[in-house]
């Protein structure tokens, strides 16, 4: 491996990281606009969203959390999520 491939190969192993992080990022950013969007029905309704809504914001936090996990299984943040109301 020549010096200048050396290096190629040591940025796209930080590109990597930094994809990684970026991607569990958004997951979270999108995990949290969920909970938001939820308490803000609350508020405006006095009542709890519709369940149809509940459910599928479930099915999205599911899988939004399933890609953050892939990319940084070590987070808190199901333990995050579990605990929201």
């Known amino acids: 491996m020549t010096p200048g491939e050396d290096h190629y190969r040591m940025n796209m192993d930080e590109m990597e990281s930094l994809l990684k992080d970026l991607i569990w990022l958004n997951a979270v950013i999108a995990t949290e606009l969920i909970q938001i969007t ?11 969203p519709p369940a149809s809504c509940l459910s599928d914001h479930n099915k999205i936090r599911e899988i939004a ?21």
């Not at 939820?38 to 709890?48: A, F, G, L, V």
Request: proline share 3%; charged share 25%; with cysteine.
């Open 38 to 48: 939820e308490n803000t029905s609350s508020i405006m309704r006095k009542s709890s």
């Open 65 to 85: 959390l399933s890609i953050a996990e892939r990319c940084n299984p070590d987070s808190a943040l199901r333990t995050h999520l579990t605990g929201h109301e």
